[in-house]
């Protein structure tokens, strides 16, 4: 990591270089989204993460583990032409080797967009940032 890379707003200039480790995994997991790379959106988790989907319409959570969310994304893509999560904003907080991570996003899927929220929980295992939760509405 650059030591002296400028630190995201709110983050310590000291914490920039794991700030920015945290946006590259963020930016890693959009990208994969966006082109239905399973394998590449599978590395972006650890591998007993789990995924929260706060579901509007139906007022209900659902819960999924990683390879059901891939499934999810895969689905999305063989439905539509194109199936993309559009990040509107990164917001990292750091409390040691755990980050908190908001992104506002827009979820393309066809000509629809819809606007929802991703709250990712990572943590700095064994060399690099993984996400061990994400909890999203949509």
Do not use: Q
């Amino acid at each position: 990591m650059n030591a002296t890379a400028s630190a995201p707003a709110g983050v310590p200039a000291d914490h920039a270089p794991d700030a920015k480790g945290v946006e590259a995994l963020i930016n890693r997991y959009l990208v994969a989204v966006k082109h239905c790379d399973v394998e590449a959106l599978r590395s972006t988790f650890e591998p007993s993460a789990n995924i929260s989907h706060y579901y509007v319409k139906g007022d209900t959570v659902r819960a999924n583990d990683v390879e059901g969310f891939v499934n999810v994304i895969r689905s999305l893509h063989d439905k539509f032409d194109n199936a993309e999560e559009v990040a509107r904003a990164i917001d990292v907080r750091l409390v040691g080797p755990l980050a908190s991570v908001r992104v506002p996003f827009g979820f393309v899927m066809g000509p629809n967009t819809l606007e929802g929220e991703d709250i990712f929980n990572l943590a700095f295992c064994r060399g690099e940032w993984k996400i061990i939760h994400k909890s999203y509405y949509l």
